[in-house]
Each structure stands twice: as C-alpha cells, then as structure tokens.
C-alpha cells in the first residue's frame, strides 16, 4: 500500500478506531523462498497500551491469536509479518458523479501494522482469549461470558496461540474520493446510502465523518 499523503488516514485514532471496529485481520508473513503465510484471525487494541504514547506505533498496540498450527507455520515471533486491517470499503460507480468523464474505482479504509509480533505464555493467551470475547460479546444485551465455559474453555486453549503486536511502523490509508469536487462527493455518498445495487451505508457514513457538510 503506497504511503500517498492525499490519501493517509489521519491521525492515529483514526487507526486505532478503524482496528477497534473491524476486528477481522489478515496476517501475512514472509516464508523464505516459499509463499507468503497467510492467516485471517480477529484482534483488539491492547487495553494496556497507552493512547497517549509519543510514538504512533505504540499507540496502535494490538492483541491476536490464532491457532498453535498456524503460528508454528509463520514462525511467530521470529521474523516481521505484516497485520491488515480493513475498514469499510465498496465499489463506486462512475454514473454517480455526474460528472467526467470517469471511470469505476473502489474506496476503502485500511491500516497495515508491521512488526515483530510477542509471543504470549498460557496465561496471556487466555487473558487474549477473554479479552477477545469480552470485546465482540460487549455490544450484545446480554453478554456471553467466556468463564460459563470455563473448564472447557481452558481444555482447549493450550491448542491457540496469543500474541502481541506492538507495531514499527503503522500506514493507515482512506481512499475516499478525495481527489473529487465537493458536490461529487455528496452525490457518492448519497448513492452509497441509497443506490439498489450498490448501497454501502457502512462506507457512506466514513466519507461523511471524512467530508462533514459545509
């Protein structure tokens, strides 16, 4: 992903919200001469992270875990990987604009954290584990407690493997139409809201917090 400045995310809560609200990452490690490893897993920002840290990378810590299988396969711990997180994302049609002439595109908001990630003893991957549900489970009525399951729970912990990425580097690109003229701008958004085949309510509503009504 190009570090182009039009199209940086922004500061880095924009970052630390976007992981906050989209949990489902891509880890990609290098394998030698092999292909890439590739894992999908959720993650959070690290509770004990300080958000007010003077580095950016400090501030975007985050927790993971993935399967025992998998981290032996990329090594975890051992070699840099890169963590993706992607934000909401669609295609734009260019009978939106009305304007031009244009063709297709697709905005999208991602963060990809590099680093080295820390691996985590029995117990941190099971605070993971807890952390982890308490995150996705909170927005719920009713949340589910992973300690209702607890002995099964930890039975089956040993097999996954938690980590900590504490980033050195951290881009964070929107691309969202900002290179357009305002009044293209409101009619992508009003069309994400409303088009029959396209409508993308998630990515109309990150173009507006980008782009507020003047």
Avoid: C
């Avoid at 630390?16 to 609200?21: G, P």
Wanted: aromatic fraction near 6%; charge should be negative.
């Amino acid at each position: 992903m190009l570090e182009q400045a039009e199209y940086a995310l922004g500061p880095v809560d924009a970052a630390r919200e976007l992981i906050r609200a989209n949990g489902w990452a891509l880890l990609v490690s290098g394998n030698g001469d092999a292909a890439p490893m590739v894992s999908h897993l959720p993650v959070l920002l690290d509770p004990d992270a300080d958000p007010d840290a003077d580095d950016a990378a400090g501030q975007a810590t985050v927790l993971g875990h993935l399967p025992a299988r998998d981290a032996e396969a990329h090594r975890l711990g051992e070699r840099p990987v890169v963590l993706v997180a992607q934000g909401p994302h669609g295609y734009v049609s260019p009978s939106w604009y009305r304007a031009g002439p244009y063709v297709p595109t697709w905005n999208y908001t991602a963060v990809h954290l590099h680093g080295t990630p820390e691996l985590l003893d029995a117990a941190g991957t099971y605070r993971v584990l807890e952390l982890t549900t308490e995150h996705f489970e909170g927005a719920r009525p009713t949340p589910w407690p992973l300690e209702s399951v607890d002995a099964y729970a930890r039975a089956i912990a040993p097999h996954a493997v938690g980590f900590r990425l504490r980033p050195t580097r951290v881009v964070a690109k929107g691309k969202l139409s900002q290179d357009k003229p305002p009044e293209v701008i409101e009619r992508v958004i009003a069309a994400l809201r409303a088009d029959p085949t396209h409508a993308n309510p998630p990515l109309a509503e990150t173009m507006r917090e980008r782009f507020p009504l003047r």
